[in-house]
């Protein structure tokens, strides 16, 4: 089963527009880490936001913020007043902790085009 | 700050050939790992370590070894090159262990095996 879904391949917003990127995470421990990452076409991994299990508050970084269901396993980030330099695929992640091992489970990833 | 280097950038192998992917972090970060990404696959861990001399298997091990002799380096070995590990992959790291560390990441590899 698929630890981690994204199940939008590609998203366009307009700029200064909110957008969402969906992501729902598949685990039965009570502590782990769920983080977004983005790629743009030079291809580095940039680390965007971060949320524990356990934080009763939904994580908030500038632009971007994690909208988190923990009911529903979900944890969508939201860009708010895109810019042109969000164009970029997006990865959602999950850190996980089990007696198999320590390890981040990526998404399929999200590209998402800007639209001036 | 230096964070998480890889070498090569590129590398061109023939099927059969073998070949060691670099990566050094200067972080002194406990934790270190290695994926691949391939189109439409994300990422998918290949070996991961935990600290000097302990290793452990990801998703996709096979075709794959790695070592940890210092916590300086987690060097990536192919032992014999298959069309099937063309890819781009990346060394990471993180401070520890814990739920809450995120990874830094090298600038990647891409891997042809011809």
């Known amino acids: 089963a698929q630890k981690i879904t994204q199940t939008q391949p590609g998203m366009f917003v307009q700029e200064k527009e909110a957008v969402t990127l969906d992501c729902t995470y598949d685990?039965?421990?009570?502590?782990?880490?769920l983080f977004w990452y983005k790629q743009p076409s030079s291809g580095e991994m940039i680390f965007l936001i971060y949320?524990?299990?356990?934080?009763?508050q939904n994580a908030t970084e500038g632009r971007y913020s994690l909208n988190f269901q923990k009911a529903r396993k979900s944890a969508n980030l939201v860009i708010s007043a895109s810019q042109l330099g969000d164009s970029a695929m997006y990865f959602c992640a999950m850190r996980d902790i089990t007696f198999t091992g320590n390890q981040f489970y990526f998404g399929t990833g999200t590209s998402l085009t800007v639209i001036p | 700050n230096a964070g998480v280097t890889q070498t090569p950038k590129f590398q061109v192998l023939k099927t059969g050939q073998s070949m060691t992917l670099q990566c050094a972090q200067d972080m002194n970060h406990e934790y270190m790992s290695w994926y691949r990404q391939d189109p439409g696959m994300g990422l998918r861990l290949i070996h991961y370590?935990?600290?000097?001399?302990?290793?452990d298997q990801g998703e996709v091990p096979n075709g794959y070894n790695v070592s940890r002799s210092t916590t300086e380096d987690f060097p990536l070995r192919l032992l014999s090159a298959a069309p099937s590990q063309t890819s781009v992959y990346f060394c990471?790291?993180?401070?520890?262990?814990?739920?809450?560390?995120?990874?830094?990441f090298g600038s990647g590899t891409q891997l042809s095996v011809l």
């Open positions: 949320q524990g299990s356990y934080d009763q």
């Open positions: 370590s935990v600290g000097a001399g302990i290793t």
């Open positions: 990471a790291s993180s401070y520890s262990t814990g739920t809450n560390e995120k990874l830094f």
């Open positions: 685990t039965s421990d009570p502590s782990y880490g």
